[in-house]
Structure formats: structure tokens, C-alpha cells
């Protein structure tokens, strides 16, 4: 299963609240709704969200496996 879990914390680290992230950078309520409930995004959003904090993909999301 894939968490965004890391997401959450590289936002507190890098300052940018989700308040900032849809109102600067145009992300919606319904991404933010996807990765606060673990729901599949596409690779283009996760470029996106790689790009605006200036990190790697495992800064936003971490595999574990399923019991």
C-alpha cells in the first residue's frame, strides 16, 4: 500500500501549508483530499508536488507491504 504519509511531514519541514499549496500553486482541495485518504494520483501531479517542494519522491509517498 502506498501512504503520503512522508508528504505531510516534508510540508511542516519546508513551511508551505495546504492553504498555500491551493491558493499559490493552484493544487485543488480534491488532490489534497486524495493523498490525505492514501487514494491513487497520477505521476504528473506527483512531478508537480516534487517540483514545488523541491524534493524526492520519497519525500511524498512510502510503499509498505500489505499484511
Known amino acids: 500500500m502506498i501512504t503520503y504519509e512522508?508528504?505531510?511531514e516534508t510540508l511542516k519541514k519546508?513551511?508551505?501549508s495546504t492553504y498555500?499549496?491551493?491558493n499559490n500553486y493552484g493544487m485543488s482541495?480534491?488532490?489534497l483530499d486524495r493523498l490525505k485518504h492514501?487514494?491513487?494520483i497520477s505521476t504528473?501531479?506527483?512531478n508537480d508536488l516534487c517540483?514545488?517542494?523541491d524534493c524526492?519522491?520519497?519525500d511524498i509517498l512510502f510503499f509498505k507491504k500489505d499484511d
Open 14 to 16: 519546508k513551511g508551505i
Open 29 to 31: 482541495r480534491s488532490l
Open 51 to 53: 517540483t514545488i517542494l
Open 6 to 8: 512522508p508528504f505531510y
Open 20 to 22: 498555500k499549496l491551493i
Open 38 to 40: 492514501n487514494k491513487p
Open 56 to 58: 524526492g519522491v520519497e
Open 44 to 46: 504528473v501531479t506527483l
